[in-house]
């Protein structure tokens, strides 16, 4: 009864704003948050930022990907920020402290010595520091809400490390890996007799023994020829599927026949080869207990999140602010 009768309040308080304006909406509310609202400018700002940081790192179909599900996720991350903040505040949680050090961190690694250095290069980058100290305290209060009542409650067990190890080798194998040297001719401006004779005549100085890499030198066509043949390292799956069944079942220094391909043909040869290799536990080990965390963590903080929304009270006024 109490909750509703502040949301009656918080309307009431709207809608005289209104009219008191003369009609003319200055701003309006997009949901009610136990005590507190989100607004239309409010959620607008945090759009802004949040495209104009993937448009700074994203491009494209990637882009567009991640910007629509940003806009379909949007106020329900807004409103669980704000239920996280309401709880850290409710706890009383005082994190001055540690604002305090992320600050200094921040100016020793930066080579400064006041608050005011700091202010001052801010400002320089259009920057309000007292603006992006709040920001950075109430991200700092809905973590610590999050440590206290999801992180500190996770215990990983050696028994399920070592029963996740054995029930996933495959993601613990790292696959066949092949270093190879090339020589590549090219079809282009040169008959198919005149290939043949190259080829036959590179083949049987690689049969007599000359190094491939001196060969490569000599006759590659490719950019091959400036690195004395090396082509790289390639991965299970990483070579294209005819060469890689060429080269599957060579012995290093073997080379494989001439491989036709677009405007030319390879010769191969095997310099190195890795065999596939389960990593011992020990190696793995940090890797899994990580892993555990993070799914044990994402699924005991939805059941919080949940938790929390249930027991507070929450209202969408607009539940289509884009269109606002």
Known sequence: MKKVKLVNLLLLIWALSVFLLGQEVVESIVAIVNDDIIT???FKKAHD????????????????????????ELLESMITEL???QEAKNRGLNVAEQVRLTIDNIKQENGMN?????????????IDFEAWKNQ???????????????????????????????????????PIEYKLKAIYISSQQRSS????????????????GEEFASL?????????????????????GELAKDLEEAVVNLKTGETTP????????????????KERRLKAFEEVKKQIEEKIFAERRQEMLQKFLEELKERSYIKIINPKPFDS
């Open 258 to 273: 001439w491989l036709k391909v677009q405007d030319g043909w390879y010769l191969l040869c095997l310099e190195e080869k």
């Open 40 to 42: 239309l400018s409010q």
């Open 136 to 174: 950075m305290e109430e991200n700092i209060m809905r973590q610590g809400v999050i440590v206290t009542e999801v992180d500190r409650n996770i215990v990983i067990e050696d028994s399920g490390t070592v029963n996740y190890y054995k029930s996933h080798p495959e993601e613990f194998t790292d």
């Open 193 to 208: 007799e005149e290939a043949e004779k190259l080829k036959q005549e590179i083949s049987s100085k690689v049969a007599a």
């Open 216 to 236: 490569a030198s000599a006759y590659s066509e490719g950019p091959e020829k400036e690195t004395q043949g090396d082509l790289g390292r390639f991965k299970e």
């Open 114 to 126: 006041s608050d005011e250095e700091l202010m001052l290069a801010m400002r320089r980058q259009g």
């Open 49 to 72: 930022q949040i495209y104009q940081m993937l448009r700074s790192q994203l491009q494209g179909e990637e882009f567009q990907r991640q910007y629509d599900r940003m806009k379909k």
């Open 83 to 85: 239920l996280l903040l």
